[in-house]
């Protein structure tokens, strides 16, 4: 599970979405090396806790990390045996579309968050894999068979 010093939307729940946590909290977890990775993304801090990854390794499983690209990247200088897959909107103008439809931030955020998104859709060729998501279960269905090749060690990172 991922932490935010970003607030709750509404339903959400603290432990279930992400552990929300306080910049003063998260920082004194980034000093004290708890996070795999972390990043600031649209003027909050996100981060994968290490404890959380031990945890379900310790349990016999896989993780499936959703992060940002450098978030991603993090994990990779870590872990490089990490496969790593760029989920991607078929188009710029429909990723727009989505998040303007989600309407869960400020038209602020938006603009924050698409300006971000086409600089990321430039690093999609430094992933192991890229998925488009303009199916929604085809686009599962070609996920599903990333993670099953790589938890079955016929695939692995580039």
């Known amino acids: 599970m991922s932490a935010t010093t970003r607030t709750l939307r509404p339903g959400e729940e603290d432990g279930r979405e992400y552990y929300f946590l306080s910049e003063e909290e998260f920082v004194r977890r980034i000093d004290e090396r ?5 990043v600031v993304y649209v003027g909050h801090r996100y981060g994968t806790l290490r404890s959380e990854v031990e945890r379900i390794f310790g349990e016999g499983r896989s993780c499936v990390l959703e992060l940002e690209t450098r978030g991603a990247r ?17 188009s710029f103008a429909e990723l727009e579309r989505r998040l303007r439809e989600r309407a869960t931030e400020s038209t602020g955020d938006i603009g924050e968050r698409l300006q971000v998104a086409r600089h990321q859709m430039e ?36």
Do not use: C, I, Q, Y
Request: aromatic share 6%; proline share 5%.
């Open 34 to 38: 708890e996070f795999l990775e972390h």
């Open 74 to 90: 993090a994990v990779k200088e870590e872990m490089p045996e990490a496969v790593t897959v760029f989920v991607s909107a078929p």
């Open 123 to 158: 690093e999609a060729d430094d992933f192991d894999h890229v998925v488009v998501n303009d199916d929604l279960e085809r686009a599962v269905m070609d996920l599903e068979k990333v993670v099953d090749a790589a938890l079955s060690g016929r695939l692995s990172p580039t």
